[in-house]
């Protein structure tokens, strides 16, 4: 059974970049079925996606983060991850690496990881 | 980035059944229909329905999901308890290829 794991830390200082890493366990990052997603829930918000990257590293970003988002795979250690760039308070919110599959849904969910930007 | 629009809550009593709603265009709900999340708050979101009316492995036949144009629909039935949670549409947009969601839809059984 598929499941991923986000890390990173959970305290980043305003004007600073957030890294986040997805563990994917279970199966294969490397499967062209699949697009490894990045979401996040702004306290007592609703669910904002932020990007997804293929296996081959084509990426899709959502275009109101585009300019401070860039993600990564690795292959070889089944992860991939996040870098958001010049975060402020508004960045503060619970992360979610997920599993999608085009047309379909996110049928796999990390757990979450709550980040919180503050001097 | 326009979302899709859902009814920010619905109120049901036990045993009822309830009906979220999901709206969004021609080039995502309407192309190629909607998935349903439930979120109960702590815990990661469950893809409870996918492309209109798929249900993954282990979810309770009392959620159904349907589409009428670009209009999807989340249909559960004897409500319980445990169905009161947050719940999220989603679809992918054929002409930006991103990933929309709806705004959420807070479900309070009575």
């Known amino acids: 059974q598929v499941q991923l794991q986000e890390s990173g830390p959970g305290l980043v200082k305003p004007s600073q970049t957030l890294s986040l890493t997805c563990t994917v366990s279970g199966g294969s990052i490397n499967s062209g079925a699949y697009y490894w997603t990045w979401i996040r829930q702004h306290p007592g918000k609703g669910l904002e996606w932020i990007g997804y990257?293929?296996?081959?590293?084509?990426?899709y970003y959502n275009p109101s983060l585009k300019s401070r988002i860039v993600m990564s795979i690795d292959t070889s250690k089944n992860q991939f991850s996040l870098n958001l760039n010049s975060v402020t308070a508004a960045d503060t919110a619970v992360y979610y690496c997920?599993?999608?599959?085009?047309?379909?849904?996110?049928?796999?969910w990390g757990q979450g990881t709550t980040v919180t930007v503050s001097s | 980035q326009a979302g899709l629009t859902q009814p920010p809550s619905v109120s049901m009593g036990l045993r009822q059944t309830a009906t979220l709603t999901c709206t969004g265009n021609s080039n995502n709900v309407g192309y190629q229909g909607a998935a349903w999340l439930q979120h109960h708050q702590g815990h990661p979101p469950k893809l409870i329905s996918y492309?209109?009316?798929n249900r993954p492995s282990g979810i309770s036949e009392r959620f159904s999901a349907s589409r009428s144009g670009s209009t999807a629909s989340l249909t559960i039935t004897g409500l319980q308890p445990e169905d009161e949670a947050d719940y999220y549409c989603?679809?992918?947009?054929?002409?930006?290829?991103?990933?929309?969601f709806g705004g959420g839809t807070k479900l309070t059984v009575l």
């Open positions: 492309r209109n009316n």
């Open positions: 990257i293929y296996y081959s590293g084509i990426t």
């Open positions: 989603s679809a992918w947009d054929r002409s930006l290829l991103d990933l929309l």
């Open positions: 997920a599993r999608a599959i085009y047309d379909d849904g996110l049928d796999v």
